[in-house]
Structure formats: structure tokens, C-alpha cells
């Protein structure tokens, strides 16, 4: 374990860090610099380090060119001619885990030694690794045990997956039974009842939880079990749903979820850690080589604490402190922000604050009413579970701050929190708070993103998936500034790009053709839905990699394909840029080959 500065001192030492990485790294140092020479893609034929491992034959794209402007120009040493891309680079050494050389494939050959291993891409293109800014690991993870819901279109389709399930994986009588995935925002309206659900299990507690966590429905026995009975008060912040004598009907929506979830018995430390490693083989497999965990409570930490201490973190995590466990808070008050393991793959410096519920349940708090429920602007704050005098606290001691706000209103209040501390400690302004999904922001806001040097963490494939029901809640001219990428950009907001599974598809080619098209996977509706939003090809690929990296102080080490920087990198079929030029919506045909964390295969699509 090493100490872990705050984010602010630790940004200040980054140019640093790549000399700190091993002894080792230390001489090949100065060897590669004379190796090198004028040129960062010139590679003597003179005696040189060997690699551990080359890969050749690949179409590189290494970004270590400059940023695009806000308007998606690409920089003036970007590897594009008349909108045409071109790789920078077709070999790649690697040596201890970090890059030793790329460039050519004769620039690289030298490099290779009797124990290299070789790897021909056969023409494959070759990323930085992608990174997911927002996920719910262990949620993934729980997919391997618990009944897949997504993309059911009715309760009867869902109801009958789970008995499907238990057809096949028998249930003993009184355990719980968990399904997760009905679109809670598509069916605000048509919300279940628990009664098809008890009829068919009568025995075993069943809770069927939505998409993005808003909204869920019971059987009778889950519902006695989370309290959720004949009189029992709404939970702060969330409601319970009931008919017209008030009996609770077996669903809830936002904080209401928490009865049922608390409800569900805990799992022991050996399957939570199991399903952590699942969920991150499943995000290696997609080739993601980074996630940034929202959310992570006491047990999920311990969890990820005793992986990182065994060397068994597959991917690097940065975990953000969940905002609503206290007693966590102050133990990392103490402790401070830090990276753990020996092999750089747990960062623990942000905190997950909650301060509004989602759109599509009408929880986002909005500055005026929903335009389909009259008087109603939903929920926020404190009654939501931010504790503001805590998190307050996290910032000032230093620890980034990254708050989910969906609703304008939400983002305006978060923004206004934020610069009611910057005033206490202008300091604090330099960690890179974030604002998690910033989804619906009002016009006169974005500046004020920039003014406080907020990063907006947002999640391509929302736009996909929510825009058939986003102007039934808010309307068409409030719409316009929802997923607003485009003007994000040319207000000088840095984006970090993620999927918030489980509540949507961590693909990254659906992430990828999402930002780019605006579109879902039918090409709907044509031209991109508010279409000058779109955001281009560079971009959305930053988005998951430079972007990430540096919405969690790593751009010194990953994000881009550099000398000295880690060897993360992501090996797929397409090439993006060919095959959004071609044909945007090829993008969706895409697969992954191979993911690398390291210098080291994690998922080999091709073993």
C-alpha cells in the first residue's frame, strides 16, 4: 500500500510519476530518450532494451496528439487529412507493464529479443484502454446469479424470465429471489402490482428492480419483508405506490427502492468479492481495461480493499466513497485519498454524492414543474439522502467530489453547493469535482460549469434509450439542453464518458454510435435526435479514454498510447473512423479482440 495524495498535491507531482514507476523504468528511461532522439515515433537500430512483448501489424491510434477545439476541429498534429484519418502508429513495445516504444514496425524491431512475446494484430486497430466513468460493479457481477430483466415489455415477459429461472435453478422455499433490469422509466405509467407476482411465487420473497434503481415492484412476502405493508409512511425521498383504498401495490419509486433492497439478506464477504471479479472479467471481456465505481458503501470497499491486497483487480478501479454511508466518510476523512495494491488498481479519492432522482420516474428535480404531472418538480437535498454537512467536509479535506444530477434544477443547486465551498477554500476548485449524468441542464448553467472547472460525467447510451419518453417529461424546448455533449464542449467542460450499468449497455461501440449518431440502434430517428449535439468520432472515443483518465487524475498515465505510460490498451475489429465515415451505424457490428491492463491479456478474443 502506498499513500495516495490528495488529488490537488497529487496533480501537482503527475509530471513525476512515470520516473517513480520502477528502477527498471529508470534506465530504459534514458535509453529510450536516446533511442528516440527528435522524433517520438523514431527508433534506432542501435543496441536497445528488449520488450516484453510487441504488437505488430495493428492500426494504432495513439491520441497523443493535442485536444480537438470545442467545435470537434481536430488539432493541428492530429493524424487527419480532409477529414480523412490515418493511424499514427503500427507497433507497440511494451516492457514491465509500461510502454516501451511505438511507432513503426521497423522502428520497433529492434526491440524484440529471444524471450518477446509477439503478437501480429493482422490489421486490427489498437485504442488506449476504455475506461467506464460510471458503474455499478457488483451490480453487473450479480447478473451471473440474479434473473436478466432487460429489455422485457411487459410484466407478464418479465414474471415469466423468472420462472424461467427458477425452472432451471431451483429456489429452496423462503430464499430470496432478485431480478433486475424493467425499464423503470419507460413504464412510469404502468408501474406492476404485486399480485401475478405472488400468484406465482407464493413461497419466495421476489423483488424485480428497474433499470436505473428508481423504481421497483414485490410479492407479498418481499413487501412484509421491507416493511412495505397497509399504513406504513413513504420513505424520505421516495414513494410507495398505492390503489385507491391506499394499500401499497407492491411498487415504488426512487428512495422507496431502498426498503426492498435493505430487505434483501447480505451476501457473505467470499460471494461479494466473487461477484466484483465477475463484474470486472465481464467489463475486461467488453474491453474495458478502467471503471470508475459509484457509489462504493463500507462492505463493497472492504470488498475491493482485500482483491486489491491479493492482487486479484483484473481492472483498474476508482472507487468512489458512497455519499450516503457516513460512517465510511469519516473513516477516509482520516485515512485521506490513496491508491492501494501494489500494482496501481484501486484509487480511492472521490466521494458519490445523491442529490436528485432520475427523469424518467420524475424524480430529477427540475426548475419548474414536469410537463406531464402537473405541479410536481421532483425530489432533491437533503429528503434525498445528501448530506451536505458531510460531503462538505470530504471536499475540504480534499477528496474530489462527484455528485449525480439529472433534473436543471438539481444541476443548478449541485453547481451552487459546489461554489459555496470554493469560497471557503478557493483551493478545492482544483480537484476536478464532477457532476455524474448532468443530463438536463439549463442554458444559462453551462458557463457556470466552466467557471467552477466542473467535469460533466455523462453516459452516451441515455440519449439512445431515454429520448422517447424525455420531451413527455420536460418538453421540446427544455429537451435541447438534455444530453447537451456539443455545448458541454464549447463551454469548456471536460467529459468523461460511461454507461451507469446496470441501467444501460456498457457496449462500447453503442456508447461510441450513441455520442456520434444520437441515434438508437434502428438509425431513429434520422439525422440524430437534436442532431447539433452530436458530438464526432475523436471525440467520443476521448470521451472513454483521455477524458476518464483525466476525470481521475491519471492523464499522466493512461488515456493516451505514450512512452512511459501504462500499457492499457483496447484491440478491435474496426477502425472507428473508417467505419463511421463509411457507415455510422457498422459502428454497432464492432467487437472486441483483445483487452490489455498492463501489458497483460485480461480477454483474448482470439485464444
Given at each position: 500500500?502506498s499513500?495516495?495524495?490528495?488529488?490537488?498535491?497529487?496533480?501537482?507531482?503527475?509530471?513525476?510519476?512515470?520516473?517513480?514507476l520502477?528502477?527498471?523504468?529508470i534506465?530504459?528511461a534514458?535509453?529510450i530518450?536516446l533511442l528516440l532522439?527528435?522524433?517520438?515515433?523514431?527508433?534506432?537500430?542501435?543496441t536497445?532494451?528488449?520488450a516484453?512483448?510487441i504488437?505488430?501489424?495493428?492500426?494504432?491510434?495513439t491520441?497523443?496528439?493535442g485536444?480537438p477545439?470545442g467545435e470537434?476541429?481536430?488539432?493541428?498534429l492530429?493524424?487527419?487529412?480532409d477529414?480523412?484519418?490515418?493511424?499514427?502508429?503500427?507497433?507497440?513495445?511494451?516492457?514491465?507493464g509500461?510502454?516501451?516504444?511505438?511507432?513503426?514496425?521497423?522502428?520497433?524491431?529492434?526491440?524484440?529479443?529471444?524471450?518477446t512475446?509477439?503478437?501480429?494484430?493482422?490489421?486490427?486497430?489498437?485504442?488506449?484502454g476504455f475506461?467506464?466513468?460510471?458503474?455499478h460493479?457488483e451490480?453487473?457481477g450479480a447478473?451471473l446469479d440474479?434473473?436478466?430483466?432487460?429489455g422485457?415489455?411487459?410484466?407478464a415477459?418479465?414474471?415469466?424470465?423468472?420462472?424461467?429461472?427458477v425452472d432451471?435453478?431451483?429456489?429452496?422455499?423462503?430464499?430470496?429471489?432478485?431480478?433486475?433490469?424493467w425499464?423503470?422509466?419507460?413504464?412510469?405509467d404502468?408501474y406492476?402490482?404485486?399480485d401475478?407476482l405472488?400468484a406465482?411465487f407464493?413461497?419466495n420473497?421476489?423483488?424485480?428492480d428497474?433499470t436505473?434503481?428508481?423504481?421497483?415492484?414485490?410479492?407479498?412476502?418481499?413487501?412484509e419483508?421491507?416493511?412495505?405493508v397497509a399504513?406504513?409512511?413513504d420513505?424520505?425521498?421516495?414513494?410507495?405506490?398505492?390503489d385507491a383504498?391506499?394499500?401499497?401495490?407492491?411498487?415504488v419509486?426512487?428512495?422507496?427502492?431502498?426498503?426492498?433492497?435493505?430487505?434483501?439478506?447480505?451476501?457473505?464477504?467470499?460471494?461479494?468479492?466473487?461477484r466484483?471479479?465477475?463484474g470486472l472479467q465481464?467489463?475486461?471481456?467488453?474491453?474495458?481495461?478502467?471503471v470508475h465505481?459509484?457509489?462504493?458503501d463500507?462492505?463493497?470497499m472492504?470488498?475491493y480493499?482485500?482483491?486489491a491486497?491479493?492482487?486479484e483487480?483484473s481492472?483498474?478501479?476508482?472507487?468512489?466513497?458512497s455519499?450516503r454511508?457516513k460512517?465510511?466518510m469519516?473513516?477516509w476523512?482520516?485515512?485521506?485519498?490513496?491508491?492501494?495494491?501494489d500494482d496501481?488498481?484501486?484509487?480511492?479519492?472521490?466521494?458519490?454524492?445523491y442529490y436528485d432522482?432520475?427523469?424518467?420516474?420524475?424524480?430529477?428535480?427540475?426548475?419548474?414543474?414536469y410537463?406531464?404531472?402537473?405541479?410536481?418538480?421532483?425530489?432533491?437535498?437533503?429528503?434525498y439522502?445528501?448530506?451536505?454537512?458531510?460531503?462538505?467536509?470530504m471536499?475540504q479535506a480534499?477528496f474530489?467530489?462527484n455528485i449525480?444530477a439529472i433534473g436543471?434544477?438539481?444541476?443548478?443547486?449541485?453547481?451552487?453547493?459546489?461554489?459555496?465551498?470554493f469560497?471557503?477554500?478557493?483551493?478545492?476548485?482544483k480537484?476536478?469535482?464532477r457532476?455524474?449524468?448532468?443530463?438536463?441542464?439549463?442554458?444559462?448553467d453551462?458557463?457556470?460549469y466552466d467557471e467552477?472547472?466542473?467535469?460533466?460525467?455523462?453516459?452516451p447510451?441515455?440519449?439512445a434509450e431515454?429520448?422517447?419518453?424525455?420531451?413527455d417529461?420536460?418538453?421540446?424546448?427544455?429537451?435541447a439542453?438534455?444530453?447537451?455533449?456539443?455545448?458541454?464542449?464549447?463551454?469548456?467542460?471536460?467529459?468523461?464518458f460511461?454507461?451507469?450499468?446496470?441501467g444501460?449497455?456498457?457496449?462500447?461501440f453503442?456508447?461510441?454510435h450513441?455520442?456520434?449518431?444520437?441515434?438508437?440502434?434502428?438509425s431513429?430517428?434520422?439525422?440524430?435526435?437534436?442532431?447539433?449535439?452530436?458530438l464526432?468520432?475523436?471525440?467520443?472515443i476521448r470521451?472513454?479514454?483521455?477524458g476518464?483518465?483525466?476525470?481521475?487524475?491519471?492523464?499522466?498515465?493512461?488515456?493516451?498510447l505514450?512512452?512511459g505510460?501504462?500499457?492499457d490498451?483496447?484491440?478491435?475489429d474496426?477502425d472507428p473512423?473508417?467505419?463511421?465515415?463509411?457507415e455510422?451505424a457498422?459502428?454497432l457490428n464492432?467487437q472486441v479482440?483483445?483487452t490489455?491492463?498492463?501489458?497483460k491479456r485480461v480477454?483474448?478474443?482470439?485464444?
Open positions: 500500500m499513500a495516495f495524495l490528495p488529488p490537488l498535491l497529487f496533480r501537482l507531482r503527475n509530471c513525476d510519476l512515470r520516473l517513480l520502477s528502477a527498471r523504468w534506465l530504459l534514458g535509453l530518450t532522439g527528435c522524433s517520438e515515433h523514431e527508433t534506432s537500430r542501435a536497445s532494451p528488449t516484453d512483448l504488437i505488430d501489424n495493428a492500426r494504432i491510434y491520441f497523443a496528439w485536444e477545439d470537434g476541429t481536430p488539432a493541428a492530429a493524424p487527419v487529412s477529414s480523412n484519418w490515418a493511424p499514427d502508429a503500427t507497433a507497440v513495445a511494451i516492457t514491465d509500461v510502454i516501451l516504444a511505438i511507432g513503426s514496425s521497423d522502428d520497433i524491431a529492434p526491440l524484440k529479443g529471444e524471450s512475446e509477439i503478437i501480429d494484430a493482422m490489421g486490427a486497430t489498437l485504442l488506449p475506461t467506464d466513468s460510471h458503474t460493479i451490480e453487473l447478473t440474479d434473473v436478466d430483466l432487460k422485457v415489455a411487459d410484466e415477459e418479465a414474471i415469466a424470465r423468472v420462472v424461467a429461472h432451471a435453478n431451483p429456489v429452496p422455499e423462503g430464499q430470496w429471489i432478485v431480478a433486475r433490469g425499464d423503470d422509466g419507460l413504464w412510469a404502468r406492476p402490482t404485486h401475478t405472488t406465482a407464493p413461497n420473497p421476489v423483488l424485480m428497474g436505473n434503481g428508481f423504481g421497483a415492484w414485490g410479492n407479498r412476502l418481499a413487501m419483508a421491507a416493511g412495505i399504513g406504513a409512511p420513505p424520505t425521498g421516495g414513494e410507495i405506490l398505492r383504498n391506499g394499500e401499497p401495490t407492491g411498487a419509486r426512487n428512495r422507496g427502492v431502498a426498503l426492498f433492497r435493505s430487505a434483501v439478506p447480505p451476501l457473505s464477504d467470499e460471494r461479494l468479492q466473487r466484483l471479479v465477475n465481464l467489463m475486461a471481456d467488453a474491453g474495458y481495461t478502467g465505481h459509484a457509489g462504493v463500507s462492505r463493497l472492504a470488498a480493499e482485500a482483491l491486497e491479493r492482487g483487480l481492472l483498474r478501479v476508482s472507487a468512489m466513497i455519499g454511508d460512517p465510511l469519516q473513516e476523512l482520516t485515512r485521506g485519498p490513496q491508491r492501494l495494491g496501481n488498481k484501486l484509487f480511492v479519492h472521490s466521494v458519490k454524492g432522482g432520475s427523469l424518467g420516474a420524475r424524480g430529477a428535480k427540475l426548475l419548474e414543474e410537463s406531464d404531472r402537473e405541479g410536481h418538480i421532483g425530489v432533491s437535498g437533503e429528503e439522502g445528501f448530506f451536505t454537512k458531510e460531503i462538505s467536509a471536499l480534499g474530489q467530489i449525480h436543471d434544477g438539481g444541476n443548478r443547486e449541485v453547481l451552487h453547493f459546489l461554489r459555496d465551498n469560497a471557503l477554500n478557493p483551493a478545492m476548485q480537484n476536478r469535482h457532476i455524474e449524468h448532468a443530463q438536463v441542464v439549463h442554458p444559462d453551462f458557463a457556470l467552477l472547472d466542473v467535469i460533466a460525467s455523462v453516459q447510451p441515455f440519449v431515454d429520448k422517447v419518453w424525455t420531451e417529461r420536460i418538453g421540446h424546448a427544455r429537451s439542453g438534455a444530453y447537451a455533449w456539443r455545448s458541454f464542449r464549447r463551454n469548456n467542460t471536460a467529459l468523461a460511461g454507461s451507469d450499468l446496470m444501460y449497455d456498457w457496449n462500447l453503442y456508447g461510441l450513441s455520442a456520434i449518431t444520437r441515434q438508437s440502434t434502428d431513429e430517428p434520422p439525422g440524430g435526435w437534436f442532431p447539433e449535439e452530436k464526432t468520432t475523436e471525440e467520443s470521451g472513454y479514454t483521455s476518464a483518465a483525466y476525470a481521475a487524475f491519471l492523464e499522466d498515465e493512461t488515456g493516451t505514450e512512452v505510460k501504462w500499457a490498451m483496447t484491440l478491435v474496426i473512423f473508417e467505419t463511421v465515415a463509411r455510422p457498422a459502428l464492432g479482440l483483445m490489455l491492463v498492463g501489458g480477454f483474448d478474443a482470439t485464444r
